[in-house]
């Protein structure tokens, strides 16, 4: 459980974390503004029905504040990879994993770390336009 918990946290994208916790951010400014309260006429349950709905809203989007905040640190630590540990079959070894480590790292360097081709290929042209007669 607590692995299927972490898989679904980690696949959520940044971007989606940020809205996530600016929406939170919004809630509870709305909420401290006052702009949630109910108006004075309505009936006493349904005002504590509404001071408990809100209290209980409060808590679950504190609760996902913490759970995204503490997403965003992780991945900032760890750079923009963050990888969840997958079950190992048992045809790859510890060396092709490293083999394919080192290769990522040289593609994510940029393109001057690739070995340069051994003749410069001639920049691509696309097919030629037909001119056009001029009308008079």
Do not use: H
Not at 4 to 20: D, M
Not at 33 to 53: M, V
Not at 75 to 92: D, K, N, W, Y
């Amino acid at each position: 459980m607590d692995q299927k918990l972490q898989n679904l946290l980690y696949s959520l994208p940044t971007r989606t974390a940020w809205i996530i916790l600016g929406s939170c951010a919004a809630y509870w400014l709305i909420c401290f503004t006052g702009l949630l309260t109910p108006p004075l006429s309505a009936p006493a349950s349904i005002a504590l029905f509404w001071f408990y709905a809100m209290l209980m809203l409060a808590l679950a989007s504190g609760l996902a504040a913490v759970a995204l905040g503490a997403l965003l640190v992780l991945r900032r630590q760890r750079g923009a990879l963050v990888s969840v540990p997958a079950p190992s079959s048992p045809a790859a070894t510890n060396d092709e994993d490293l083999d394919q480590l080192a290769g990522l790292g040289r593609m994510l360097d940029g393109p001057e770390s690739l070995p340069a081709p051994a003749r410069p290929m001639p920049p691509a042209k696309g097919p030629k336009r037909k001119q056009r007669k001029r009308r008079r």
